[in-house]
């Protein structure tokens, strides 16, 4: 069945990195569309980057210029590289198939950025 494991959350100041990693199975990875969405309590989950089977990336508005999505399909893996947080990033984060519905999620994993 289709697992999504995602790690490295965790807490930061405001202006700092962390970089997301999320290892797929059960289904072909490397022809699948990935992306990393996100949910902030009260919020309804939004995606915030996406990567094509070949490298082709898309970003929200909202995170252009500081997140950074990338892919090894050898590793079954995506990728997130998060610079610049904000207060406002603080969610948390999970990977999926932005054209796959429903989806079998994860647990995400938490991003906190505070002082």
């Known amino acids: 069945q289709v697992q999504l494991v995602e790690s490295g959350g965790g807490s930061v100041q405001p202006g700092g990195s962390l970089r997301l990693s999320c290892t797929a199975s059960g289904f072909i990875f490397s022809i699948n569309v990935m992306g990393w969405f996100r949910q902030a309590p009260g919020k309804q989950r939004e995606l915030v980057a996406s990567i094509t089977g070949r490298g082709a990336t898309d970003y929200a508005t909202t995170v252009k210029g500081r997140f950074t999505i990338s892919r090894d399909n050898a590793g079954n893996t995506v990728y997130l590289q998060m610079n610049s947080l904000k207060p406002e990033d603080t969610a948390v984060y999970y990977c999926?198939?932005?054209?796959?519905?429903?989806?079998?999620w994860g647990q995400g994993t938490q991003v906190t950025v505070s002082s």
């Open positions: 999926g198939r932005p054209f796959v519905t429903p989806e079998s």
